[in-house]
């Protein structure tokens, strides 16, 4: 087994945020089930019960970017 990357706590926590709030996202429901994109307001809502730890801009930045590439890859 490969070793587990390094990561430092920014990251870490950036992660944790976009699974959160992926675990909530919305879908649109027709013939099938599309996910939405998450937004600002997905993430306030996991640092609101969770706490803010890191700059709110980097947050959205990194959270939001992390979201498009999964998107694309859905």
């Known amino acids: 087994m490969p070793p587990e990357a390094e990561t430092d706590v920014v990251v870490e926590y950036a992660l944790s945020v976009f699974s959160a709030a992926h675990l909530v ?11 939405l994109p998450l937004s600002e307001a997905d993430v306030t809502a996991v640092a609101k019960a969770h706490g803010l ?19 694309a890859a859905v």
């Not at 730890?53 to 998107?71: A, F, I, P």
Request: glycine share 4%; net charge positive.
């Open 53 to 71: 730890h890191m700059d709110r801009e980097l947050l959205d930045r990194c959270v939001l970017s992390v979201d498009r590439e999964w998107m």
């Open 25 to 35: 996202r919305r879908y649109v429901v027709g013939a099938k089930a599309s996910p």
